[in-house]
């Protein structure tokens, strides 16, 4: 089994892998572990610990809580395989043998979320435009200029969504990234999953500028060019710390889309095993998750496509299937509607794993769109969902920084304008509604007479 191994080395080692100056290898960090053949392609990453208040609970993650770098607080994470004869022995006594192991967490496969069914498209790409009220966006000065959109996916082929939008496209090549091992320039991937999501952010935020993160492009012995491994997402995540730190704090935006997850408890530990990623909110990647949030970056993720009516062929989990970072408290878990406002059979539906209300909110699918996949198919799928909202997300991040609107007051006013589709306001198939332009720059703007100098 893939695993991630949590270690704390010296200070001086912690120092060097959380230094983007500096260079510290897996053998630096974990050289000799017992039992693990280690992936040495694999640079270490530092997660960052959690830390509460003053008078806080330092074992509980359900409460306000920074998070530290320090030598003295940080970690490694390294990358490796443990035989599945040997996984339950070799995890318990890896800490003995080596009082430097903090933990081992599963790696699980994630996969981009494609729809099931062959249904032609509801309606095309403009629709969306006009649902999502792009010009009273532009009116309002919410265009996505200076914002930075980050698309981990497949990777992006600009010079496909440029055609097909009919207009330039803004691709910050310096500040994207590959995993180790994938190969191929920012902008320039084929025509797949991942154009498609570069499109549709561009349908609300056509200024914004795309970090090209390929993170399903990591192979693995029998997988595909649409899957890769949780450890190359928390890798990226570390990444996109170091570009939102970079950026000015005053006018710091950056959207992260993702639409892709784990389908299957297959590559997971059980649920309740401290290794495990679904319901664990304490998995390293979650906390990363966690850590960006904090930072002021907004982060997105399908709720996927395993509704009751129409479920992807590859949803294993029994029931809530909305799991680990799809579900986490700090992200927006996006379903999906065709552009008449009903949901599409294939979004899934909540409870999530780690926080029960999921979806947050809904987004369009099922359009014309990219033609990523040809003339006739549509950009679908919750995979489609996402980075129409992330899109969204973005066009308000352009007068509206985290330094003036924190993620989370974001999210509460997603949630609280949208398009309410039941009688009892927020349910399991829609959240709280389908997103609401005009909802949003209303509220915006009551917010901006009220507070001026915000």
């Not at 790409?125 to 009116?139: I, T, Y």
């Not at 009919?166 to 994207?176: E, H, P």
């Not at 390929?214 to 012995?221: E, I, Y």
């Not at 398009?419 to 959240?431: H, I, L, P, T, W």
Request: hydrophobic fraction near 40%; aromatic fraction near 6%.
């Amino acid at each position: 089994m893939r695993v991630l191994i949590q270690l704390r080395p010296s200070p001086d080692l912690v120092t060097a892998v959380a230094d983007p100056g500096q260079t510290a290898t897996t053998a630096d960090v974990a050289d000799g572990l017992p039992g693990v053949e280690l992936d040495t392609a694999f640079t270490p990453v530092a997660l960052p610990r959690p830390v509460p208040a003053a008078g806080g609970d330092p074992l509980s993650l359900n409460q306000p809580l920074d998070f530290s770098l320090a030598a003295e607080d940080a970690s490694v994470l390294v990358r490796g395989t443990i035989s599945d004869d040997e996984l339950t022995t070799r995890v318990a006594l890896l800490p003995t043998l080596r009082p430097d192991v903090v933990g081992v967490y599963s790696d699980p496969v994630v996969e981009s979320s494609l729809t099931c069914g062959g249904d032609a498209p509801f309606g095309d790409w403009h629709d969306v435009e006009r649902l999502l009220n792009v010009p009273g966006l532009h009116a309002e000065g919410l265009d996505g200029t200076g914002v930075t959109l980050a698309v981990l996916d497949t990777g992006i082929n600009a010079a496909h969504v440029a055609r097909q939008l009919g207009r330039g496209v803004t691709l910050d090549a310096q500040r994207s990234w590959n995993p180790a091992g994938v190969d191929g320039r920012p902008g320039e991937f084929e025509v797949d999953h991942g154009t498609m999501c570069a499109f549709d952010t561009l349908i609300g935020a056509p200024q914004a500028s795309l970090i090209d993160i390929p993170v399903l492009r990591s192979t693995r012995p029998g997988g595909t060019a649409l899957d890769g491994l949780l450890s190359d997402a928390v890798a990226a995540f570390a990444h996109l710390r170091l570009v939102l730190a970079l950026q000015p704090e005053a006018s710091r935006a950056l959207v992260i889309n993702s639409s892709w997850g784990s389908f299957s408890p297959e590559w997971d530990f059980p649920v309740g095993h401290p290794g495990n990623y679904s319901d664990n909110a304490a998995h390293p990647f979650n906390l990363m998750v966690a850590s960006l949030d904090n930072a002021g970056a907004d982060v997105l993720f399908a709720a996927g496509n395993c509704g009751r009516e129409c479920r992807d062929g590859r949803c294993a989990y029994p029931n809530r299937p909305i799991a680990g970072a799809n579900s986490h408290p700090r992200v927006l878990s996006i379903g999906g509607v065709d552009v008449s406002g009903k949901r599409v059979g294939y979004s899934s539906q909540g409870p999530g794993r780690l926080t029960a209300r999921k979806p947050d909110i809904c987004a369009y699918t099922h359009f014309s769109g990219s033609k990523a996949f040809g003339d006739t198919e549509p950009d679908s799928g919750t995979s489609a969902a996402t980075p129409v909202a992330a899109g969204l997300v973005a066009a308000i991040r352009t007068l509206w920084p985290a330094s003036r609107l924190r993620p989370a007051q974001l999210r509460a006013l997603l949630r609280r304008t949208g398009e309410d589709r039941s009688e009892v306001g927020f349910d399991y198939d829609y959240g709280y509604g389908i997103v609401d332009t005009a909802g949003i720059i209303a509220a915006l703007q009551r917010r901006a007479r009220a507070c001026p100098d915000a």
